[in-house]
């Protein structure tokens, strides 16, 4: 009898840059569709809407998955399409490109999540006044009152020695027939395994995590809650009321 609870399958990070153009539209082409689907059955999941992304040209997503300062990483099913079982392997970011690659356009996309950074965050800010709050985290990502991709020509290559590296998480789903398997859960621990990592490799002294949720959206408020994210007070100057936000601090001294 088959098993109630599936086998995970690995989490795969999309690499960069896919040397073959046929490789790279198969993937992008999934990236889309799947992140498609998911602001059409689980809007609230997103700060985007279908509506305006489904108007997006190819381009649009290409630049998505090439942007040199965000990763997304692919739960994907451990059966490829010829029912071959290839096994659970949990994210590494010491996985081939080749194999990942196979990965990618062999087995089936279960869910998706990108982090975008690192940048560099400073606790001073020149906007700060005796009646001004403190910069937070997540202002970090917000330009013209709205949350925005930092242009990678002005961030890839700052340096980050001895800096409080930021990073934000967006854009998480999983599919609906692949939910309560964990696979949320797994997509977060390794998002927060590629910070570590990312922040370890630009020697940062310090590494955070920014999400923002929609306040009614408590699944997901206790899937990052119980993996160690702690919920703030968003300035309602920068126009985000409309979102709750979560931080964490990562250990880039331990693994666990």
Do not use: C
Not at 120 to 132: H, K, P
Not at 138 to 154: E, G, L, N, V
Not at 166 to 186: E, K, N, T
């Amino acid at each position: 009898m088959a098993s109630p609870h599936p086998p995970l399958g690995p989490v795969v990070p999309i690499p960069k840059p896919i040397p073959l153009s046929t490789d790279l539209e198969a993937i992008v082409e999934r990236y889309r569709d799947l992140r498609l689907h998911g602001l059409k059955v689980d809007p609230e999941a997103f700060t985007s809407l279908y509506e305006d992304e489904v108007q997006f040209p190819f381009e649009t997503w290409k630049s998505r998955v090439e942007n040199r300062i965000a990763r997304t990483l692919v739960a994907v099913d451990p059966e490829t399409n010829q029912g071959e079982y290839i096994g659970e392997e949990p994210y590494t970011k010491e996985l081939s490109s080749a194999f990942a690659i196979q990965r990618l356009l062999r087995q089936e996309w279960l869910g998706i999540v990108t982090i975008i950074g690192p940048v560099r965050f400073s606790e001073q800010s020149d906007d700060v006044t005796a009646t001004s709050p403190k910069p937070q985290i997540h202002t970090a990502f917000i330009k013209d009152r709205r949350y925005q991709i930092p242009d990678p020509s002005t961030v890839e290559n700052r340096d980050l020695s001895d800096a409080h590296a930021i990073f934000l998480i967006v854009g998480l789903f999983i599919l609906p027939q692949a939910r309560r398997r964990g696979l949320a859960g797994r997509l977060v621990e390794a998002s927060i395994k590629y910070v570590r990592e990312e922040a370890r490799g630009k020697k940062a002294s310090k590494a955070s995590i920014s999400i923002q949720v929609a306040p009614t959206n408590f699944a997901a408020q206790g899937l990052y809650e119980r993996a160690g994210f702690y919920a703030i007070v968003m300035n309602s100057e920068h126009g985000e009321e409309s979102v709750m936000g979560l931080e964490m601090e990562v250990n880039l001294g331990s693994e666990v």
